[in-house]
């Protein structure tokens, strides 16, 4: 009776001591049993290090832990006056566990940490790298805007089956997003050509040069993926593996929130990780029949997705541009469009400060305010720091940095909107609750509500929701191969009637009616 009542007494303290950690209470109780005189010390001597090995192999505290350390203590609480020894020691070495202590290792089946910078830290310009696995390399393009007072985001790019000679080749990511939206570019360069071989190990590979991208400069959690043809297939699997754009348990930040398909055989599921991405998925009528199953079956069956997923609270800011007579290639004005999309994602989501250059007491909490989208409360807060009549020079010099760089977002969002609300109906329906959360109580938050109530009062605006919800649940029966059923096109009029030719849903409608 005593041996099983102290083995659980000792879970239960090695249990608690994990959950608290320096909670005073068992600190004090550590030192009363440290007080105690301690006897037979051969046999609980051997039970704690067994007890110490187990801990120092799991590297962190679980459950499955703190039952086998029990067990190993039995032996040394066959007495009673053993039983301070054991707890005292299993207590001390949870403690100094490195979950408890702080030291970070990776979880089983987790990915490892970031890795250390590499060589090309810092490095300028386009140039090639190479991942762990012979074969899988990536190109890299520094935007001239980027510097490290400048953090980028990044933009990460699989190429088609046999297209690993053009890796290198920037042009149409610069234009339009790399330069106009400060990221770093990395295009994937597989020297087998063929997505289809070693698909596991290639996902791998890109969040490989993509930590270490992140380690070599300084880079904010805000981005694009986008492929074309075969490359959906490692997109797709990278998405599906890291897709989350909360911190998983190795501390690690999905840092994109933009998915872009050229004429991608992105197979796997498109929704259910984060309903807060937005998506461009673009296909020619003149693919449609590629592939197999073909562009023309996956990519709208992708759109359909996301666009119910819009009607259960994830993001409207979805396009499927069907382009009538393009083959299978990347156009301009996809990447142009997408990246459009990218930017009014970004504003909505991403944070925009680089936490590590603001590590003054005064300054963190404000930048963590401003990472967390709270607009107003970090401007107020970065003013108040401002009006202080003996605020050293070196800080204030920083604030002022930080306060630009929050006014510029504000002006940024203020911009958005307006323009949203003069142009597009169901995108400023969806946009403006984020938006003015993220403005909260600021003076420009009035020029965005009112922007908003004067769009509100078109008699089109709720006409346009409508029909976005209806546009939802017709889909499924737009087409009939690259052509569009002929009984949905008044419905397609109507839309386009009501949201306008400028509005994401009146440009779908329009494409889709050239393809009768």
């Known amino acids: 009776r005593i041996r099983m009542s102290a083995s659980h007494r000792c879970r239960f303290y090695i249990g608690t001591a994990a959950r608290v950690k320096e909670n005073d209470r068992w600190r004090s109780r550590l030192a009363r049993e ?8 051969p046999a609980w001597r051997a039970a704690i290090e067994r007890c110490r090995i187990v801990f120092a192999r799991r590297g962190r505290y679980n459950a499955a832990g703190c039952d086998h350390a029990g067990k190993c203590c039995e032996e040394a609480l066959m007495c009673k006056r053993y039983r ?26 987790q990915p490892p940490g970031p890795p250390k910078p590499s060589e090309n830290a810092g490095r300028t310009g386009i140039y090639q790298a190479k991942t762990s696995r012979e074969g899988n390399n990536y190109f890299v393009y520094v935007p001239k805007s980027y510097s490290d007072d400048n953090p980028a985001g990044l933009h990460l790019f699989f190429h088609g089956q046999g297209g690993q000679g053009g890796a290198g080749g920037f042009g149409q990511w610069q234009n339009y997003f790399l330069e106009p939206y400060n990221l770093i570019g990395i295009n994937m360069q597989y020297m087998d050509g063929d997505n289809l071989k070693d698909t596991p190990g290639k996902i791998a590979s890109a969040w490989e040069a993509v930590q270490q991208v992140m380690a070599d400069y300084k ?3 805000r981005g694009a993926v986008a492929s074309f043809s075969g490359g959906g297939l490692p997109h797709s699997g990278f998405y599906a593996k890291y897709g989350k754009r909360s911190q998983d348990a190795a501390g690690q930040t999905f840092p994109f929130n933009h998915m872009a398909l050229y004429g991608s055989n992105f197979w796997g599921r498109s929704s259910g990780s984060d309903g807060s991405f937005s998506w461009f998925v673009g296909l020619g009528s003149e693919e449609w029949n590629m592939g197999q199953p073909t562009l023309g079956t996956t990519q709208p069956a992708k759109f359909n997705e996301v666009l119910k997923e819009s009607l259960k609270g994830g993001s409207c800011d979805i396009y499927l541009k069907i382009t009538k007579g393009k083959g299978h290639s990347i156009s301009n004005e996809d990447v142009r469009d997408s990246a459009a999309q990218f930017h009014r994602s970004d504003l909505a989501t991403c944070p925009f400060i680089y936490a590590a250059d603001y590590r003054e007491p005064e300054l963190r909490p404000i930048v963590s305010a401003a990472n967390r989208l709270q607009l107003s409360s970090a401007a107020a807060s970065v003013g108040e720091l401002l009006a202080r009549q003996n605020l050293p020079d070196d800080l204030r010099a920083k604030a002022l940095k930080l306060k630009e760089r929050i006014d510029r977002r504000i002006d940024e969002v203020v911009t ?3 323009e949203l609300a003069a ?15 993220q403005l909260g109580s600021h003076p420009k938050a009035e020029e965005v509500k009112e922007a908003v109530a004067s769009a509100g009062k078109d008699r089109n605006f709720s006409a346009s929701l409508n029909a976005w919800s209806s546009f939802a649940r017709s889909f499924e029966r737009f087409f009939n191969g690259p052509k569009l059923n002929a009984e949905v096109a008044p419905m397609l009029e109507k839309f386009k009637g009501v949201a306008g030719e400028k509005a994401l849903l009146g440009k779908m409608c329009t494409e889709f009616l050239m393809l009768q």
Do not use: W
């Open 416 to 418: 958005l909107m307006k």
């Open 423 to 437: 142009t597009d109906a169901v995108l400023t329906s969806y946009y403006a609750p984020i938006f003015l959360k």
């Open 34 to 41: 440290e007080s105690k005189t301690l006897r037979g010390r």
């Open 84 to 109: 301070c020894a054991c707890l005292l020691i299993a207590m001390v070495c949870v403690l100094a566990s490195p979950a408890i202590s702080g030291e970070r290792r990776p979880a089983k089946g």
């Open 219 to 221: 880079v904010l959690p």
